[in-house]
């Protein structure tokens, strides 16, 4: 399998994933924002998977970039904006790669999360999909210094978006909706957290880690 076809697995996957946990993505926003959050993460990835099967893209760069502009069009609020700018910026991280190395993966994925943070103005602690994406660049960087191939720097990054997501239970929020609740965000875990280490694990799977 070419890395571009590796590339539209790995959307498959994410769409994939997106489908089944629909619903639990839903009920945490509707613990702490407005109960979107499924809907809007499965509208976006099955329209990324619809352009991006229309598109027979060229390489990697190509796919993650066809991603982004299905997620800017198609997801309205928060998520949609954030979650495209992190597969542009990942797109332009890898941009005449044909065949990334593990730590190209690493670094579009620090990349992307660098598009987050920029676009949302969230750091570590305020309670949003940061909590989990910046660990997650970390673990990637660390597994591909380390010799891991791409499967393995994507897994060592769903497990660090894991934990990272669990760590935003206790935190009241400083970004998003959220935000508005104080102290009754305490105690729920953040959807768009609980996304991001989705879609990590659903790629690291695609890639058979
Ligand atoms: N400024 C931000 N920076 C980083 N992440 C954010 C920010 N604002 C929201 N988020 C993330 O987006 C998630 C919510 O996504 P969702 O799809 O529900 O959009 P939304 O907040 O309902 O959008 P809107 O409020 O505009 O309708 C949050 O759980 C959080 O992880
Ligand atoms: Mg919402």
Sequence with gaps: MSATEKTVAVVREMAAAMEEHRRHLTKLDSEIGDGDHGNNMHRGFGAALERLEGAEPATPADALKAVSMALISKVGGAAGPLYGTAFLRAATALAGKKDPSPEDVAEALEAAVGGVKQRGKAEVGDKTMVDALQP??????????????????????????????????????????????GERAVGHMDPGARSSYLLLDAAARALGA
Excluded: D, I, M
């Design 136 to 181: 997650a660049a970390g673990a990637a960087k660390e597994a591909a210094a380390s010799g891991g191939g791409a499967g393995e720097v994507l897994r060592a990054a769903a497990e660090a978006a894991n934990e990272g997501s669990e760590t935003t239970v206790p935190l009241t929020a400083r970004r998003g909706r959220a935000n508005y609740l």
